[in-house]
T-cell receptor, first 114, second 118 residues
Framework: DVKVTQSSRYLVKRTGEKVFLECVQD?????MFWYRQDPGLGLRLIYF???????EKGDIPEGYSVSREKKERFSLILESASTNQTSMYLC?????????????FGAGTRLSVL | AQKITQTQPGMFVQEKEAVTLDCTYD???????LFWYKQPSSGEMIFLIYQGSYDEQNATEGRYSLNFQKARKSANLVISASQLGDSAMYFCAMREGLGGLGYQKVTFGTGTKLQVIP
């Protein structure tokens, strides 16, 4: 089975803190994604990576950065957390090519910024 | 314009009955893929079913089927014989185009919360 693991289920941070969200996948997938989920807005793509050290901005990259030093690991970084970044964060991975190309998700991290 | 529209924020269905969750999409590409995901209260997004734009038959996976009407740009999810465990958020999603980095991205709708009543 595909496994995408996010390091924390719940996280509480203070405004201005640097926050790291970690994601690891065990299926040797080329692509990895970070989404943000808010009620009524669905899932919005923050960043994705199609290879080690490669990244592409998604729809809402402002206030976030990412790091992919190893194929299996994709980190989302909030350089200076703000209250409007309180949200559910979902990581996903997929193979790069293929018509079906399903994205497999982790269980999510609920981040609260106080 | 929204690429994926789910007009039903919430729905109720009686256990053992069938339910249809609506999804319409907007794309000018000829090649695209449509997905449905389920998100229980635990938070994990679970892939349910996929339909390619060139697939002639409607996709089916167990109790899930996708009612694909290309001309109307709709991709409704049908769940037959609902079970209490089907209570969850359901998201419709689309991938557009062939090849390239843009092809790797998927656009999600806002979701429909389904509650199954005993």
């Amino acid at each position: 089975d595909v496994k995408v693991t996010q390091s924390s289920r719940y996280l509480v941070k203070r405004t201005g803190e640097k926050v790291f969200l970690e994601c690891v996948q065990d299926m040797d997938h080329e692509n990895m994604f970070w989404y943000r989920q808010d009620p009524g807005l669905g899932l919005r793509l923050i960043y994705f990576s199609y290879d080690v050290k490669m990244k592409e901005k998604g729809d809402i990259p402002e206030g976030y950065s990412v790091s992919r030093e190893k194929k299996e690991r994709f980190s989302l970084i909030l350089e200076s957390a703000s209250t409007n970044q309180t949200s559910m964060y979902l990581c996903a991975s997929s193979v790069r090519w293929g018509a079906k190309n399903i994205q497999y998700f982790g269980a999510g991290t609920r981040l609260s910024v106080l | 314009a929204q690429k994926i529209t789910q007009t039903q924020p919430g729905m109720f269905v009686q256990e053992k009955e069938a339910v249809t969750l609506d999804c319409t999409y907007d794309t000018s590409d000829q090649s695209y893929g449509l997905f449905w995901y389920k998100q229980p209260s635990s938070g994990e997004m679970i892939f349910l079913i996929y339909q390619g734009s060139y697939d002639e038959q409607n996709a089916t996976e167990g109790r899930y089927s996708l009612n694909f009407q290309k001309a109307r740009k709709s991709a409704n999810l049908v769940i037959s014989a609902s079970q209490l465990g089907d209570s969850a958020m359901y998201f419709c999603a689309m991938r557009e185009g062939l090849g390239g980095l843009g092809y790797q991205k998927v656009t999600f709708g806002t979701g429909t919360k389904l509650q199954v009543i005993p």
